[in-house]
């Protein structure tokens, strides 16, 4: 893994969407992974001034996003596709019949999960992941405890995972208490991930995914062993790597 150290959230942002773009530029057929949560938000933004200004496309490019919540339709504000039209597809180019995210309030969810595994598999490998990380070191939605053998299935939220994001839901009893998630294995095939690490909340999951051993129960430990994974992280994410006098990676 390579670690990218960054001042704060906007310069992770823009390092990040840069990358993004670089990678568009070379392949404008890019199959793209998408993420969802606080942290990729100001890339989105990245992305979205640079397709303005710059014109860079996105009419080629196909996405697969990582996750969706159970029980959550596309016109509920606080499921992933409508974060996902909001903060990013409704502002480029993106043909809506490239875009790929879990239904959440498909009538058989587990057919749902076997359907979207297919998709995956019919397109080919992911070409660039974007990834964020829980505080728990899950990815996607997989949490502590998930098979590295995993595809696509329906997921009991950690009760850590609904306490944090309760924060984007009016209340608790709001938050989904589940979700349907790209497994990892799926999450390992792509051929390279972004992982994005902003705000010290994170600080403990990043030493952790660094100082760990690969292990079920730290999800995004499995990263170790992917070829290609580049992390970028500010300076808050970073805080209990300096309180633990840890040297730079
Ligand atoms: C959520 C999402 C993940 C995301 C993570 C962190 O539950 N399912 O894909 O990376 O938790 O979210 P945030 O960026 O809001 O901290």
Known sequence: MKLILVKDYQEMSKQAAEYVIEKLLQNPNMKL????????????????????????????????????????????????RYYMDDVFFNHIDIKKKNVHIPSGDAPDIQKECEDYEKVLTKHGRVDLQILGIGNNGHIGFNEPGTSFDSKTHIVNLASSTIR???????????????????????????????????????????????????????????????PAVTVIADEAAYVEWKANNRAFA
């Open 164 to 226: 944090a994001n309760s924060r984007y839901f009016e209340s608790m009893e709001e938050v989904p208490t589940r979700a349907v998630t790209m497994g990892i294995a799926t999450i390992m095939q792509s051929k390279e991930i972004l992982l994005l690490v902003s705000g010290e909340s994170k600080s403990k999951a990043l030493l952790k995914l660094w100082e760990n051993e690969v292990d079920e129960y730290f999800p995004a430990s499995v990263l170790k062993k992917h």
């Open 33 to 80: 992974g998408l993420a969802t949560g606080g942290t990729p938000i100001g890339t989105y933004k990245f992305l979205i001034e640079d397709h303005k200004r710059n014109g860079t496309s996105y009419q080629n490019v196909k996405s697969f996003n990582l996750d969706e919540y159970v029980g959550l339709s596309a016109t509920n504000e606080n499921s992933y």
